[in-house]
Structures are given as structure tokens and as C-alpha cells.
């Protein structure tokens, strides 16, 4: 009995350590390039686009829990870190999309089809709209 139960806490030690490794599997984070290939290359999905380096882990956990809660997945692109000042005039030219700095948008065939702007303020009701956005969407 006393076997057991020291086989099964290194197994749930093993597992809570397993499972904190593995990251967050809502996103695939991507680079400058990777995203201008998305939209070349027509593919279709979710992006989340984060750049208000106050709310990038705010932004994320929101939306990570309602692409959870939808069974969806995102690409992730931190456009604080991908595109310097000097690109930012020219982005949205070079790369093809119209997507706001602080959203999460869905393209089809490449193209911007609709986006969610990342709220200043998580409310209850902007959390329940981000979960339709991504819901109807999904549908």
C-alpha cells in the first residue's frame, strides 16, 4: 500500500512537471516572415496580434482561455518584438493585412476577415464577447 502511494505522487509529480514544460499549446508563436507567408500563402486561422507591452500577458491569458473554452488554436505574433519603428509605417503594405496592433483576428484564404480589439479593461462582458467572436467564427 505504501508503494502505491509513492509510485502514484511520482507520477503526479512527474505529470504536474510534464505538464508545465509543455507551454501553452493555444498558440504557435511566429515570426515576421512566418506571418508574411500566412498571408501569401492564403492559409486560414486565428492570429493574435499583442504589442501594448502592459497588456501583452493580460491579452494573452483572455484569449488563451476563450480559445480553450472553444477548442480552437492561434497563431501569436508579438508585433512589439517583430516589426521596429522603422517597419511599422510600411507593415501593413508589406505584409498584406490590416490587423490592429492589440486584436485577435481570423483570416481566411490569407485575408483579414474579422477581428476582436483587445479591450483596455477584461470586463465580464468584453470576455463573453471575445467567446462569441471566437465561437461564431468557429462555427
Known amino acids: 500500500m505504501k508503494n502505491r502511494r509513492v509510485i502514484l505522487g511520482i507520477f503526479l509529480t ?3 512537471i510534464l505538464s508545465a514544460c509543455s507551454g501553452n499549446e493555444s498558440y504557435e508563436e511566429m515570426q515576421l516572415d512566418e506571418l508574411k507567408d500566412f498571408v501569401s500563402e492564403k492559409r486560414t486561422g486565428f492570429i ?3 504589442f501594448d507591452k502592459d497588456d501583452i500577458e493580460t491579452n494573452r491569458e483572455q484569449v488563451t482561455k476563450a480559445l480553450e473554452k472553444n477548442d480552437q488554436t492561434a497563431q501569436y505574433f508579438n508585433y512589439r518584438e ?20 492589440d486584436s485577435l483576428g481570423y483570416y481566411e484564404d490569407g485575408v483579414l476577415m474579422a477581428e476582436f480589439e483587445s479591450p483596455n479593461d477584461w470586463s465580464e462582458k468584453k470576455i463573453e464577447d ?7 467564427i468557429s462555427n
Open 14 to 16: 512527474v505529470l504536474l
Open 48 to 50: 493574435l496580434f499583442t
Open 82 to 101: 517583430q516589426v521596429s519603428n522603422e517597419q511599422s509605417t510600411t507593415f501593413q503594405k508589406d505584409i498584406g493585412t490590416k490587423q490592429s496592433k
Open 130 to 136: 471575445l467567446n462569441k467572436f471566437i465561437s461564431q
